[in-house]
């Protein structure tokens, strides 16, 4: 078995990477052969520092370039598609990052030996969204379920993993005296331990069935934001108070910042997605995949609590 996997360069690419390529008994009997597709050297560089017991091969190349994505497909029997982006910029969009790339895949699939993609998207995705984020990545699955092999989608929330955005923001505000929360924090969150986003795809990259498989994965609670800020600060002894923003204000704010500029720190499409509601039941998804959820707490005290930044 070879496992292509592109985007490998980012926080859940790496580490995919190092599950795959640990020493073989840590993770079956045979782990498989990696190749690792990414857009830069630099990019390749940080698959390198991983310094993993087995080394995946590393492609450099256009993930728009039928060229570059025949040549990595090249006797793959898997795909772990993983590009995607939640704020457009001047140098890439919505279009380019999603359906581009998700398109130029499925025509280098044909005549390929790949048995199975395993496609990465966001809760909520869907084509008639009015969310342009949502839309988009909803068209990027519809064009992967219409290819010419079976694709399992894993639409996930907030995840949580070691050294990403999430756990570093969310670690901040659990250590704040006051918090400033648009809406005071009452959005929905549903946050999954990054290992067990890893779980269900070697889970999905193992399914014999031919059918395409989509299926909506989130952590084990729903809880508001300012709740979740609260478990976190548990962690520190700490009881941050919550500074409410009013939600109009706060989107006329990104509007006006979004016409400032041309990379804005956030978008229109990027705040409606962070306040979106994330409550689904994974129960569906695990079964059928063989896996569990690891409890919130112990998620957050592996990547928020003080334990954490020692391995930072």
Known sequence: MKILITGANGNLGQQLIQRLCAEPDSVASES????????SERAAQTIRDL?????????????TDPASMGEAVSDCTGVVHLVGIIKETSSTSYTQAHEDTCQTLVHALEGAGVRRIVYLSILGSHPESANTCLASKGRAESLLANGPCPVTTLRVPMVIGPNDYASASLRKEAQSRFVSLVGGGRTLQQPIDSQNVIDAILASLQTEHSENRPFDLGGPESLTH?????????LYDCRPRTLPIPLSLAR?????????????????????????????????????????????????????GPESQKND
């Not at 087995?54 to 492609?59: D, S």
């Open 226 to 234: 300012r709740d979740l800020i609260q478990r976190a600060g548990q």
């Open 51 to 63: 310094d993993c017991p087995k080394p995946p091969e590393i492609m450099v190349g256009d993930y």
């Open 32 to 39: 498989p052969d990696v190749r690792a597709l990414v857009r």
């Open 252 to 304: 006329f704010f990104v509007s006006v910042l979004e016409g400032l500029g041309k990379n804005p720190p956030i978008t229109r499409a990027m705040f409606d997605i962070l306040q979106h509601d994330d409550q689904v039941d994974p129960t569906p998804c695990c079964r059928e995949l063989g896996i569990s959820l690891t409890p919130l707490d112990e998620t957050l005290g592996s990547y928020v």
